[in-house]
Structures are given as C-alpha cells and as structure tokens.
C-alpha cells in the first residue's frame, strides 16, 4: 500500500498517481501539513499532478540503495545537511541551558520509547524482534545493575549535575509539540503495522550514530571533544557517551531488520510513509527542547 506521510490515508500498492492527486486536491485547500511536506521533501515549486507523481515514486525509489539505505539518506538530508537541525548545533558545546531543556523534555520521550518497544513486541512474531527489543528496553530504560545504567538514569543523573532536582524533571509536564510527538508515536504503536512501529522509533537512534559523517553528515551529533576536559559535567559525559556508543549498532540492527521483513511482508512503502511522519515530529520534539532550554535561560 502506498500511504500519505502527513494524514495516513492508503491507497494502492506503488500507486503514486493517487497519492499526487491526493496531495494536489490537499494543497488547493491549503492545507498546511500536506503543503509543508511538499516543500520539505519534493518541491517548492507548484506542479500538475502526473508532474508530482514521478517526482514522488523517484523519492521513494529505494531500489538501488535498499531501504535501509534510503531512510538514512532521508534522515541525514533533514538533521545533518548543509543546515543541520538547530538542536544539533547547539548541542555542539551545549549551554547548561540547552542541556536542561534536553534532560526534562526527553525523560518523556524515552517513557514513549518503552511503550513503542513494547507494542512492537507484542505484535511481532518474530524472534529476532522480541530479543533486539529486549535489549533496547533494558538499555533505554531498564538498564543492566549499577555496572551500566540505562539511558534514562544517565540522562535523570545529567540533569541533576546541572543542578535541577529529580522529583522536578519528573514531575514536568511536556510542552506541547513534546506532547503532540509522544501522541503520534503512540498512535503508530496502537494503529500500524509492527514493522511501522520499528521504522516509527529506531531509525531515529541515528540522530547519536557517531558514523554518519562517513554517510554524508555535515556534523556529528555533538563536537566530541566535549567528552574531554571541563566543558561539561562527568554526568554530561556520561549520557552522552553512551548515546555516542550504543547507538550505532542500536539504529543499524533495527534498520536491517526492518529491511528483511518490510519487503517480503509488503509494508515497504507503508514504512517509508511512516518513517517520514516519524522524523517530522522528531524534527518538531527536538525545537521542544531548544524552547525548553530557553525558559531555563530567562529563569
């Protein structure tokens, strides 16, 4: 099935003549999630429907590079391109403030991650997916003893090096595009396809792969020189080290994964719908965490 990015209407398998139409008639309403998608993603300029259709069934093609290959040259075009996410750039040498925001708006996200995760494991039927999520649950959030701490008590650990207070972080309620992010991923998990759900959450372990530079990235996830000195506190380290570290094979596993089954499965194009509804609101949650680290500047 091919499924619209923005508001999950379905149409035929490979049917990108519908799906342009469909983006047509949504735009001459004026409608702004389908309006802004096009702009972000096919074209600015305004085009006839068949037009339209070939630009899209050329951005979906994954023939050549695989889907794996095509949702990571997708994620690094909107987070590491000639004009890397704003998120990203200031968390290059991150201000305390930058980093409260980061430690109260994602204990929220990582919650979701869970759930994600858990929804996942109780849809597939798949070995190979009940372990790899396994792991990824004990890893974001369960964690393995006081010898490796899960993700969320690194980052609970970071935030109060940087003097907030736990019972604050957790008793914060999100900002609402924080909110809304959380809502679509819940959404997906309850709704979609198990391999949706995967293509939802893991490719956006990316956004810590230290490797995509080697695929075209403009910059890493943070300047990793900051891992050295007093820049930033050893809890700081700490959280992002091991982001720096665990995601890597994290993001790529789930990708392989996702390339094995989606295909022969035939949800390969109901994911890649879904992946590029995903990165949009991670794109929105991450400008959540720059607004939140703002309020800590003005307090």
Not at 18 to 36: N, Q, V, W, Y
Not at 85 to 107: I, R
Not at 147 to 164: A, P, T
Not at 184 to 213: C, V, Y
Request: proline share 4%; aromatic share 12%; charged share 25%.
């Amino acid at each position: 099935m091919t499924k619209c990015a923005v508001c999950g209407v379905s149409f035929g398998w490979r049917d990108y003549e519908t799906l342009a139409g469909h983006f047509c008639d949504e735009a001459r309403k004026s409608d702004p999630g389908h309006i802004m998608w096009l702009n972000k993603n096919i074209t600015k300029k305004k085009c006839d429907q068949q037009t339209l259709s070939r630009e899209m069934m050329g951005y979906f093609d994954y023939g050549r590079e695989g889907l794996k290959g095509w949702m990571k040259k997708r994620f690094i075009e909107r987070f590491y391109g000639a004009k890397p996410h704003p998120f990203v750039l200031a968390l290059q040498h991150p201000s305390k403030a930058t980093l409260l925001g980061y430690v109260v708006e994602h204990q929220h996200f990582l919650r979701q991650w869970t759930r994600s995760c858990a929804y996942i494991m109780g849809k597939t039927d798949q070995v190979d997916v009940t372990l790899y999520e396994l792991d990824n649950i004990n890893t974001e959030f369960g964690g393995y003893g006081p010898e490796r701490l899960s993700h969320y008590e690194l980052l609970l650990r970071m935030g109060e090096s940087l003097g907030l207070p736990r019972d604050q972080i957790l008793h914060t309620p999100p900002l609402p595009d924080t909110a809304w992010a959380i809502k679509s991923w819940n959404e997906i998990a309850e709704m979609s396809h198990w391999l949706e759900t995967m293509a939802a959450m893991h490719p956006l372990e990316l956004i810590a792969n230290r490797n995509l530079r080697q695929d075209g990235a403009t910059v890493s996830y943070f300047d990793p020189s900051i891992l050295k000195g007093n820049e930033v506190t050893e809890a700081t380290k700490n959280f992002l080290r091991e982001g720096y570290e665990a995601d890597v094979e994290h993001s790529e596993e789930a990708m392989d994964l996702i390339e094995k089954y989606a295909p022969e499965r035939g949800v390969a194009e109901n994911v890649q719908a879904t992946f590029m509804k995903s990165i949009d609101a991670f794109d929105r949650y991450l400008m959540a965490r720059l607004e939140r680290g703002k309020q800590f500047e003005s307090s």
